[in-house]
T-cell receptor, first 110, second 113 residues
């Protein structure tokens, strides 16, 4: 069975500083992993996906994530936060179904 | 391309009423899913389908039913609505292979009073 842990329920950063949102997964085989973003009262938008190709994945809006099998991690990063990045972020592991993490709320302070 | 279309966007139900949330996709995806998202929480899988005529329970199926008579449509039925079913419901679809990322509808916000 697959599972996802997002270690921080809330992360707060200042505008222009780096963002790190942590995700650890559990899977019985080599997984596919996604990051989705959800802005307030909106649907879910795919940020990036890892599907066993390059371990460093670049996504939209300057986000990227690195797959580390030895650490079973897929942390999401961005070098410089923007106010528009404030949203809920979900890490997703693909097994028989798509298993969502509980989400991390990112706040960006001016 | 329409992608995944959910209707209605908003609905208020009285306790004990029933309704069907509609979901349609035009991408010829085999996999379809229904999730619910409670305030401040992640998404929980209600039901899923791997193809027309095949459905299976997810994590939180109680109080819901689904059918999949065509590849395009995957309606979710609520019988005897309860306040605990107040939530935002998301339908999603994906292609058959494991690299197929799920596409989500815009959600249906349901309130049971």
């Amino acid at each position: 069975a697959q599972s996802v842990t997002q270690l921080d329920s809330h992360v707060s950063v200042s505008e222009g500083t780096p963002v790190l949102l942590r995700c650890n997964y559990s899977s019985s085989y080599s997984p596919s992993l996604f990051w989705y973003v959800q802005h307030p009262n909106k649907g879910l938008q795919l940020l990036l996906k890892y599907t066993s190709a390059a371990t460093l994945v670049k996504g939209i809006n300057g986000f990227e994530a690195e797959f580390k099998k030895s650490e079973t991690s897929f942390h999401l990063t961005k070098p410089s936060a923007h106010m528009s990045d404030a949203a809920e972020y979900f890490c997703v592991v693909v097994g028989q179904n798509f298993v969502f993490g509980p989400g991390t709320r990112l706040s960006v302070l001016p | 391309n329409a992608g995944v279309t959910q209707t209605p966007k908003f609905r208020i139900l009285k306790i004990g009423q029933s309704m069907t949330l509609q979901c349609a996709q035009d991408m010829n995806h085999n996999y379809m899913y229904w999730y619910r998202q409670d305030p401040g929480m992640g998404l929980k899988l209600i039901y899923y389908s791997v193809g027309a005529g095949i459905t299976d329970k997810g994590e939180v199926p109680n109080g819901y039913n689904v059918s999949r008579s065509t590849t395009e449509d995957f309606p979710l039925r609520l019988e005897l609505a309860a306040p605990s079913q107040t939530s935002v419901y998301f339908c999603a679809s994906s292609s058959l292979d494991r690299e197929g990322m799920p596409f989500f509808g815009q959600g249906t916000r349901l309130t049971v009073v």
